[in-house]
Protein backbone atom coordinates (compact mmCIF):
# COMPACT_ATOMS: atom_id res chain seq x y z
CA UNK A 1 0.00 0.00 0.00
CA UNK A 2 0.96 3.47 -0.88
CA UNK A 3 0.60 6.50 0.96
CA UNK A 4 0.42 10.29 0.32
CA UNK A 5 1.59 12.74 3.08
CA UNK A 6 -0.75 15.66 2.27
CA UNK A 7 -3.60 17.25 4.07
CA UNK A 8 -5.90 17.98 1.05
CA UNK A 9 -6.31 15.25 -1.09
CA UNK A 10 -9.23 14.04 -3.17
CA UNK A 11 -11.09 10.32 -2.85
CA UNK A 12 -11.81 7.93 -5.96
CA UNK A 13 -14.19 5.33 -5.78
CA UNK A 14 -14.23 3.19 -8.98
CA UNK A 15 -10.67 4.05 -10.12
CA UNK A 16 -10.35 1.26 -12.55
CA UNK A 17 -13.39 2.16 -14.67
CA UNK A 18 -12.90 4.23 -17.83
CA UNK A 19 -13.80 7.79 -16.81
CA UNK A 20 -13.01 7.42 -13.19
CA UNK A 21 -9.55 6.32 -13.89
CA UNK A 22 -8.54 9.27 -16.73
CA UNK A 23 -9.87 11.77 -14.29
CA UNK A 24 -7.21 10.06 -11.44
CA UNK A 25 -4.43 9.77 -14.01
CA UNK A 26 -5.11 13.66 -14.72
CA UNK A 27 -5.10 14.97 -11.06
CA UNK A 28 -2.02 12.66 -10.12
CA UNK A 29 -0.38 14.75 -13.12
CA UNK A 30 -1.73 17.68 -11.34
CA UNK A 31 -0.09 17.79 -8.35
CA UNK A 32 -2.74 16.57 -6.59
CA UNK A 33 -2.89 13.75 -3.74
CA UNK A 34 -5.71 10.99 -3.63
CA UNK A 35 -7.05 8.15 -2.21
CA UNK A 36 -8.47 5.32 -3.94
CA UNK A 37 -10.51 2.35 -3.07
CA UNK A 38 -9.41 -0.53 -5.15
CA UNK A 39 -10.24 -4.89 -4.96
CA UNK A 40 -7.35 -5.22 -6.79
CA UNK A 41 -4.35 -2.92 -5.81
CA UNK A 42 -2.24 -4.08 -7.93
CA UNK A 43 -4.65 -3.68 -10.84
CA UNK A 44 -4.84 0.01 -10.01
CA UNK A 45 -1.23 0.68 -10.25
CA UNK A 46 -0.47 -1.51 -13.19
CA UNK A 47 -3.22 0.67 -15.20
CA UNK A 48 -1.86 3.72 -13.72
CA UNK A 49 1.83 2.93 -14.78
CA UNK A 50 0.33 1.87 -18.44
CA UNK A 51 -0.95 5.07 -18.47
CA UNK A 52 2.51 6.78 -17.69
CA UNK A 53 2.14 7.25 -14.37
CA UNK A 54 5.20 6.94 -12.31
CA UNK A 55 5.90 5.08 -9.24
CA UNK A 56 7.70 7.65 -7.66
CA UNK A 57 3.84 9.54 -8.08
CA UNK A 58 1.78 6.61 -7.31
CA UNK A 59 4.26 6.48 -3.65
CA UNK A 60 4.16 10.24 -3.26
CA UNK A 61 0.68 10.65 -3.93
CA UNK A 62 -1.67 8.09 -3.74
CA UNK A 63 -2.61 5.52 -1.16
CA UNK A 64 -4.69 3.06 -2.47
CA UNK A 65 -7.02 1.15 -0.01
CA UNK A 66 -7.69 -2.20 -0.45
CA UNK A 67 -11.50 -3.65 -0.28
CA UNK A 68 -15.13 -3.23 -1.54
CA UNK A 69 -17.93 -0.55 -2.09
CA UNK A 70 -19.51 -2.83 0.47
CA UNK A 71 -16.15 -2.31 3.07
CA UNK A 72 -17.42 0.42 5.30
CA UNK A 73 -13.80 0.31 7.26
CA UNK A 74 -12.42 0.41 3.71
CA UNK A 75 -14.38 3.00 2.64
CA UNK A 76 -13.22 5.46 5.76
CA UNK A 77 -10.01 4.77 5.14
CA UNK A 78 -10.26 6.18 1.59
CA UNK A 79 -12.42 9.12 2.99
CA UNK A 80 -9.56 10.03 5.37
CA UNK A 81 -6.71 9.10 3.80
CA UNK A 82 -6.28 5.56 6.06
CA UNK A 83 -5.86 7.63 9.14
CA UNK A 84 -8.89 5.83 11.05
CA UNK A 85 -8.31 2.29 9.67
CA UNK A 86 -4.34 2.93 10.76
CA UNK A 87 -4.70 4.24 14.22
CA UNK A 88 -7.09 3.71 17.28
CA UNK A 89 -6.01 7.35 18.79
CA UNK A 90 -5.97 10.64 16.90
CA UNK A 91 -4.45 14.21 18.25
CA UNK A 92 -7.10 16.23 19.68
CA UNK A 93 -9.79 13.56 17.79
CA UNK A 94 -9.41 14.98 14.59
CA UNK A 95 -8.88 13.10 11.48
CA UNK A 96 -7.73 14.03 7.84
CA UNK A 97 -10.93 14.04 5.75
CA UNK A 98 -10.96 14.37 1.80
CA UNK A 99 -11.77 17.58 0.13
CA UNK A 100 -13.90 15.95 -3.10
CA UNK A 101 -15.04 12.88 -3.32
CA UNK A 102 -15.15 11.28 -7.32
CA UNK A 103 -17.60 8.14 -7.60
CA UNK A 104 -17.88 6.65 -11.00
CA UNK A 105 -18.74 3.08 -9.74
CA UNK A 106 -20.74 0.78 -12.03
CA UNK A 107 -21.78 -2.27 -12.86
CA UNK A 108 -20.94 -4.79 -15.78
CA UNK A 109 -23.57 -4.84 -18.47
CA UNK A 110 -25.77 -7.71 -19.30
CA UNK A 111 -27.88 -9.17 -21.77
CA UNK A 112 -31.32 -11.27 -20.92
CA UNK A 113 -33.78 -12.86 -22.58
CA UNK A 114 -36.91 -10.42 -21.73
CA UNK A 115 -38.70 -8.45 -24.02
CA UNK A 116 -39.32 -5.54 -21.93
CA UNK A 117 -35.81 -5.44 -20.00
CA UNK A 118 -33.51 -7.01 -22.53
CA UNK A 119 -30.70 -5.61 -20.20
CA UNK A 120 -29.52 -5.34 -16.72
CA UNK A 121 -26.34 -5.38 -15.06
CA UNK A 122 -24.34 -7.94 -13.20
CA UNK A 123 -25.54 -5.78 -9.72
CA UNK A 124 -28.37 -4.22 -10.47
CA UNK A 125 -28.37 -1.67 -7.21
CA UNK A 126 -24.33 -1.20 -7.26
CA UNK A 127 -24.78 2.54 -7.92
CA UNK A 128 -27.46 3.30 -4.87
CA UNK A 129 -25.52 0.75 -2.26
CA UNK A 130 -22.54 2.45 -2.95
CA UNK A 131 -23.66 6.26 -2.45
CA UNK A 132 -25.68 4.81 0.54
CA UNK A 133 -22.10 2.92 2.17
CA UNK A 134 -20.16 6.61 1.09
CA UNK A 135 -22.80 8.41 3.23
CA UNK A 136 -23.15 5.88 5.59
CA UNK A 137 -19.03 5.78 6.19
CA UNK A 138 -19.07 9.78 6.10
CA UNK A 139 -22.10 9.92 9.07
CA UNK A 140 -19.53 7.83 11.32
CA UNK A 141 -16.94 9.70 10.95
CA UNK A 142 -18.64 12.86 11.90
CA UNK A 143 -20.27 11.24 14.97
CA UNK A 144 -17.11 9.73 16.10
CA UNK A 145 -15.12 13.00 14.94
CA UNK A 146 -17.17 16.03 15.11
CA UNK A 147 -14.37 18.65 14.22
CA UNK A 148 -14.33 16.91 10.62
CA UNK A 149 -17.82 18.14 9.67
CA UNK A 150 -16.15 21.97 9.18
CA UNK A 151 -14.43 20.20 6.51
CA UNK A 152 -17.45 18.31 4.64
CA UNK A 153 -16.36 16.79 1.33
CA UNK A 154 -17.85 17.71 -2.15
CA UNK A 155 -18.75 14.87 -4.29
CA UNK A 156 -18.76 14.34 -7.79
CA UNK A 157 -21.10 11.03 -9.31
CA UNK A 158 -20.62 9.78 -12.90
CA UNK A 159 -24.68 9.35 -13.99
CA UNK A 160 -25.79 9.10 -17.81
CA UNK A 161 -27.86 11.17 -20.03
CA UNK A 162 -31.61 9.46 -20.38
CA UNK A 163 -32.27 9.50 -16.80
CA UNK A 164 -33.75 13.51 -16.52
CA UNK A 165 -37.41 14.09 -15.73
CA UNK A 166 -36.82 17.94 -17.05
CA UNK A 167 -35.92 17.73 -20.71
CA UNK A 168 -34.96 14.65 -23.35
CA UNK A 169 -31.33 14.86 -23.61
CA UNK A 170 -31.00 11.79 -25.60
CA UNK A 171 -31.00 12.39 -29.49
CA UNK A 172 -33.72 11.30 -31.37
CA UNK A 173 -31.88 7.82 -32.71
CA UNK A 174 -30.83 6.72 -29.47
CA UNK A 175 -34.19 6.96 -27.55
CA UNK A 176 -35.41 3.67 -28.08
CA UNK A 177 -31.96 2.12 -26.58
CA UNK A 178 -31.79 4.63 -23.76
CA UNK A 179 -35.77 4.60 -22.47
CA UNK A 180 -36.33 0.81 -22.92
CA UNK A 181 -33.30 -1.29 -23.24
CA UNK A 182 -31.32 0.49 -20.83
CA UNK A 183 -34.46 1.47 -18.95
CA UNK A 184 -33.46 -1.21 -15.90
CA UNK A 185 -29.94 -0.35 -15.28
CA UNK A 186 -31.21 3.45 -15.51
CA UNK A 187 -32.97 3.08 -11.90
CA UNK A 188 -30.22 2.76 -10.14
CA UNK A 189 -28.65 5.65 -11.85
CA UNK A 190 -31.56 7.70 -10.72
CA UNK A 191 -32.00 6.20 -7.06
CA UNK A 192 -27.75 7.46 -6.80
CA UNK A 193 -28.82 10.90 -8.45
CA UNK A 194 -31.54 11.32 -5.37
CA UNK A 195 -29.44 10.13 -2.98
CA UNK A 196 -26.83 12.39 -3.76
CA UNK A 197 -29.34 15.41 -3.98
CA UNK A 198 -31.04 14.38 -0.80
CA UNK A 199 -27.58 14.33 1.00
CA UNK A 200 -25.65 17.60 0.11
CA UNK A 201 -26.14 21.15 1.68
CA UNK A 202 -23.82 23.42 2.50
CA UNK A 203 -24.80 23.34 6.26
CA UNK A 204 -26.47 19.91 7.19
CA UNK A 205 -25.66 17.26 4.50
CA UNK A 206 -23.31 14.58 4.44
CA UNK A 207 -21.57 16.50 1.55
CA UNK A 208 -20.69 20.36 1.30
CA UNK A 209 -22.02 20.57 -2.55
CA UNK A 210 -22.56 17.45 -5.15
CA UNK A 211 -22.34 17.64 -8.98
CA UNK A 212 -23.51 15.14 -10.86
CA UNK A 213 -22.16 14.21 -14.61
CA UNK A 214 -24.55 12.77 -17.09
CA UNK A 215 -22.26 11.80 -20.17
CA UNK A 216 -23.66 11.03 -23.70
CA UNK A 217 -22.95 7.15 -24.79
CA UNK A 218 -19.44 6.34 -23.46
CA UNK A 219 -16.92 4.88 -25.87
CA UNK A 220 -13.80 3.94 -25.45
CA UNK A 221 -11.71 3.20 -22.61
CA UNK A 222 -9.29 5.40 -19.80
CA UNK A 223 -6.22 5.40 -22.30
CA UNK A 224 -6.09 9.50 -22.08
CA UNK A 225 -3.98 9.98 -24.73
CA UNK A 226 -6.95 8.80 -27.55
CA UNK A 227 -9.26 11.54 -26.12
CA UNK A 228 -10.29 14.56 -27.91
CA UNK A 229 -9.41 16.72 -25.16
CA UNK A 230 -11.85 18.31 -22.71
CA UNK A 231 -12.17 21.82 -24.46
CA UNK A 232 -13.49 20.04 -26.86
CA UNK A 233 -16.53 18.92 -24.65
CA UNK A 234 -19.77 20.01 -25.31
CA UNK A 235 -21.45 20.96 -22.01
CA UNK A 236 -24.87 21.35 -20.63
CA UNK A 237 -27.20 21.15 -17.93
CA UNK A 238 -30.39 19.79 -17.43
CA UNK A 239 -32.96 22.23 -18.13
CA UNK A 240 -30.98 23.09 -21.34
CA UNK A 241 -28.75 19.80 -22.17
CA UNK A 242 -25.89 19.50 -24.49
CA UNK A 243 -27.71 16.72 -26.51
CA UNK A 244 -25.10 14.17 -28.57
CA UNK A 245 -24.47 10.53 -29.39
CA UNK A 246 -21.21 9.66 -27.93
CA UNK A 247 -18.07 10.69 -25.78
CA UNK A 248 -14.99 9.37 -25.31
CA UNK A 249 -14.56 8.10 -21.53
CA UNK A 250 -11.16 9.68 -21.42
CA UNK A 251 -12.76 13.14 -21.98
CA UNK A 252 -15.12 12.71 -19.30
CA UNK A 253 -12.19 12.37 -16.87
CA UNK A 254 -10.37 14.91 -17.65
CA UNK A 255 -13.12 17.71 -17.82
CA UNK A 256 -13.98 16.26 -14.59
CA UNK A 257 -10.63 17.39 -13.48
CA UNK A 258 -10.11 20.09 -15.66
CA UNK A 259 -13.59 21.61 -14.08
CA UNK A 260 -14.41 20.09 -11.06
CA UNK A 261 -11.25 19.14 -9.20
CA UNK A 262 -8.81 21.93 -9.98
CA UNK A 263 -11.26 24.50 -9.25
CA UNK A 264 -12.74 22.71 -6.27
CA UNK A 265 -16.30 22.07 -8.26
CA UNK A 266 -18.22 25.21 -6.54
CA UNK A 267 -19.71 26.53 -9.29
CA UNK A 268 -21.08 23.52 -9.86
CA UNK A 269 -22.70 22.81 -7.08
CA UNK A 270 -26.44 21.33 -7.25
CA UNK A 271 -25.97 21.23 -11.50
CA UNK A 272 -26.77 18.11 -13.15
CA UNK A 273 -24.35 18.44 -16.05
CA UNK A 274 -24.82 17.19 -19.48
CA UNK A 275 -21.41 16.26 -21.60
CA UNK A 276 -20.75 14.66 -25.05
CA UNK A 277 -18.62 15.17 -28.22
Known amino acids: MTSSTSTHFIAFFGATGGCTNACLVHT ?3 GFHATALARTPSKLTDMLLAQGITQSIIDT ?4 VKGDIADIHAI ?3 LTNNSIATTTTTVNNT ?3 ASQIISGIGGTPQMRMS ?3 PMTIDNPEICAT ?5 IQSLQEIYAAHPSTTQHR ?3 TVISTTGVSNVREDVPFGFRTFYHVVLADPHKDKKVMEDLVVANASSTTGAFRGAVIIRPSLLTGDQNVKKGKGWQKVKVGVEDKPAVGYTIHRADVGEWI ?3 IVKTGGESRFGQKVTLTC
Do not use: D, F, G, M
Not at 61 to 64: A, F, H, P, S, V
Open 28 to 30: LNA
Open 61 to 64: QLTI
Open 76 to 78: KAV
Open 95 to 97: VKI
Open 115 to 117: LSK
Open 130 to 134: ATKNI
Open 153 to 155: PSI
Open 257 to 259: CEQ
